[in-house]
């Protein structure tokens, strides 16, 4: 990709760490997390660890949500090694009890809990360490046995399973709850904000965790996966959501975590580390790590990279935190992301339009490049496929975030996007088929 700057001070502010926000409240609320899948760190390294946290504090998160199955015997050694290249980062974490995809017995989850609580880097909330799950109704009872051999917890489970309503009938023994629902319902082309709006409400005034994610597209037959949610302008969504709810906390979907197959659980395999992960749903904010592709993944998810998706994090995250979406910008340009496929070029390869779906997923995206940019007055954008340039006005504006798409409906070529002096060239759209013999749903992320 090429990259233009317009002087040495916008090098200068690109290149800066972005400061520290402080939450408007001082008990620990309005934070920013991503789910990071623990079973897949068999092996890791601390350099690895400390890749992974010094790239999210430079986006503006505060922590880690550590997925963590019981049957994983790297556990012991990778949670020590989370817990203390945090705290040498001033970074925070905290244990997501995988109840899906694993049993838990008691004894299990006090331990851990007991073991890191009172670790430097693990979060706490009015003194008390944050704990949450990826689902696990059928432990509910099993919490009041946790909090006493504990000293308590602050417990903000995913019980997403239950609805709002379900979550809101178990209010006594909880203290918040995180909502996984962050993608359009099947056969929806965008999400709203109807059931943040039914947590809050079944929440009473207890914390709401808010799910975030910048897309989706799964196909790995193998586990009878295989649907797109529509995600043409989800990440931008999902961010002025974000801005309009004012969650207590934020949690990114995901970093890595398990794969499931039509609602069933795909059974861990203790000294496998590719059982699953978010390249394999095309949900990540970084490059693929070849090593933690799921087999069958590679042909949608080579050479379709996402850490551009990360540029726009300090701005909105800073946004939300603050309570002011005129906020200073860490930098301006823009994050563009795209299929390289148009949608008719060949088959759909039986994708479906969502989870549950029935109908085609061409029916849930459209050949459109989208762009996100953030600037201190709304700006037009160019750009250019192949020999054609198409100069655009944003669609919508939140705050300093303009969103824009540009259709590129027989068009081919590289794509190019210019706004201001800053100017990036991104893969070709081209109208061959891929290798596949289908439509790859998932997209590339550019960012200038």
Known sequence: MRLLN?????????RSAIARVLPRQGDGKHQVFAHYMVGLTNGQTRDQWEKDITEAQSAGIDGFALNIGSADFWNADQLQLAYDTAASHGFSLFLSFDMLASSWSIDQVVSLVNQYKEVGSQLKVDGKPLVSTFEGTDWVDNWASVRSATGDIFLVPDWSSLGAPGVGERLPLIDGAFNWGAWPNANELTISTGNDIAYQSALQGKAYMMGVSPYFYTNLPQYNKNWYSSSDSLWYDRWKQVLEIDPEYIEIITCKRVVYAGGRTIPRQPGLTSIGND???SSYINDPIPAQI?????????????????????YFISAYKTGNRDVELQAE??????????ISVCSDGGTVWGQGGDASAAGGTRDVISVIALSNSPQNITVTIGGSTQTVSPSDTVGKASFYQVPFDGQSGAVTVTIGCKTTTGPEITNACPASGHVNFNSVAIQL
């Open 6 to 14: 317009c002087g040495l001070a916008a090098l200068l502010l690109a």
């Open 279 to 281: 390249y394999g749903e």
């Open 294 to 314: 799921v087999s069958g993944a590679e042909t949608y998810v080579d050479g379709f990279a996402h850490s551009a998706f990360r540029f726009i994090l300090p």
């Open 333 to 342: 340009g823009a994050v563009a992301w795209y299929r390289t496929t148009p």
